[in-house]
């Protein structure tokens, strides 16, 4: 039998009053991490972030992936329309991060992982 894990993200553990949904955890994986935001429409509470130098994750990379509606990333203060189809990934040189999203809701998927490492970060 595949080692292999399927489940549908409504079955899936989740945090913060449904927003975050732990993906990485419910499904297994083990050499990259990976959560699913559910954010409503025109939120704008996600923690303005970097992975550089002294945080507590250095060299940590981001994808982010919505899968529905739109969201506004903001890269060192630059403005990055994401909507369904439209992928970013963020790496460790920049020094905040910060999105918000629009409307409908957004539930964009956030993969981590550190360059040339197999080990989960999130």
Known sequence: MPDATIK???EMESFYDGLVTRARAELGVTSWGMQVFELPPHF?????HHHGEGAGDPGQEEVYIPLAGSATLVLDGEQHRLEAGVWARSTRSASSTRAR???PPSPPTCS???PGSTAATA
């Open 44 to 48: 704008d509470q996600y923690p303005n």
């Open 101 to 103: 999203t629009a409307s």
């Open 112 to 114: 981590t992982a550190k």
């Open 8 to 10: 549908r993200l409504d």
